[in-house]
């Protein structure tokens, strides 16, 4: 729902208090925090590590992820996960 004109709107939480810059941008401008590709990479490999290294079906890492195999088979080798990448 819409807020009413004129109702007072507040600033998103994970914006800094100097000039709505987001939290994980630097006073320089370069991230402060990990890159996205680099969240994602370590997201995948540790749901790899859950499904030990399965990929399909009902207990497979596409269906945790919540995505087709091929778009995560094609995401692994974008990021270069390798099944040394999956600690025991």
């Known amino acids: 729902m819409l807020p ?6 507040t600033r998103s939480p994970n914006l800094a ?4 810059v987001p939290s994980g941008i630097g ?3 370069a991230p402060t925090s990990p ?11 540790e749901v790899l590590r ?3 290294g399965r990929i399909e079906g009902p207990a497979g890492a ?6 087709n195999p091929s778009t995560l088979r094609s995401r692994i080798k974008k ?10």
């Open 4 to 9: 009413a004109v004129g109702a007072e709107q």
């Open 27 to 29: 006073a320089d401008g």
């Open 50 to 52: 859950r499904t030990k």
């Open 35 to 45: 890159a996205l590709q680099d969240v994602e990479r370590a997201h995948i490999v």
């Open 79 to 88: 990021l270069d996960i390798r099944r040394t990448d999956e600690p025991a």
């Open 62 to 67: 596409a269906s945790a992820l919540g995505m």
């Open 17 to 20: 208090a100097s000039g709505g």
